[in-house]
């Protein structure tokens, strides 16, 4: 029963901590580019009404080792402080997930992927640290741009065996703008069904956004909160890096002689 309970307390936790779309919940289905790579350092927290945890110091990294793919890792450090008991604190569950975008943009039509993840049971789950067993997430993601503003969203089904949890469905959508060069700014609503036994459903709105100082260094940051089901009042920053082979130029055409 303890440790159902406790299984029960990291899910609630891990709503804001497992951040999909660094940095907001809901995610796109662009990969990184082929042949590069992105590092994220990063925090979250979440106050809900009988404890509050965070994640950080967190990283993040993925890869890109084919066209329309990358490959995703999530390695966090927890805290959790419940309210009347012990806090706790130490590594979280481990995310692993596969990017795959199997339709590409056009004028007319919106780019579509999915990106399955895995929370690999890293944690420990009697210390509220982590789930107890392996769980999974299916999502499928869909964008569009228009000018300076970009539309995405989807929804999935995520898979939970261990005690005290159970399986759920989730979904969000977001819609952001580019404010110049240096500042993306965004809204989404996101949505999720009780992922603990007994437990509420929580959706939420958040708004945040990206400070570009260079194209390969930004700061990410996103305040929320549930606008009904289980309360919560969320928050991520964060600092991100990208790098990878320079495009190459087109090769100039060649000259034709006039007759």
């Not at 899910?11 to 940095?23: F, H, I, N, T």
């Amino acid at each position: 029963m303890r440790k159902s309970l406790l299984v029960a307390i990291f899910l609630v936790l891990s709503m804001s901590a497992a951040k999909a779309g660094p940095p907001f919940l809901t995610d796109d289905p662009a990969p990184i580019d082929y042949k590069h790579c992105e590092f994220y350092v990063f925090s979250t927290w979440d106050k809900a009404s009988a404890t509050t945890s965070s994640v950080g110091p967190a990283i993040e990294y993925n890869c890109g080792p084919a066209p329309n793919v990358h490959l995703h890792i999530v390695i966090p450090y927890q805290w959790n402080s419940p309210a009347g008991g012990p806090k706790t604190s130490g590594l979280g569950d481990t995310e692993l997930g596969v990017k795959f975008r199997f339709v590409q943009e056009t004028a007319g039509r919106p780019q579509i992927g999915v990106f399955p993840m895995a929370e690999v049971a890293t944690g420990n789950a009697n210390e509220s640290l982590g789930n107890g067993r392996t769980w999974y997430k299916f999502p499928l993601w869909i964008q569009k741009s228009y000018g300076s503003w970009t539309t995405y969203g989807g929804g999935g089904y995520a898979v939970n065996t261990a005690p005290g949890a159970q399986n759920y469905g989730f979904a969000g959508w977001l819609v952001q703008r580019d404010i110049g060069r240096a500042l993306t700014l965004g809204g989404e609503m996101f949505t999720q069904g009780p992922s603990a036994v007994g437990g509420q459903h929580a959706t939420f709105y958040t708004v945040g956004g990206y400070l570009k100082p260079t194209d390969s260094f930004n700061v990410l940051f996103d305040v929320g909160h549930t606008i009904s089901g289980e309360s919560h009042a969320v928050g991520y920053v964060g600092l991100y890096w990208t790098w990878g082979p320079a495009e190459k130029p087109e090769a100039p055409k060649p000259a034709v002689s006039k007759p």
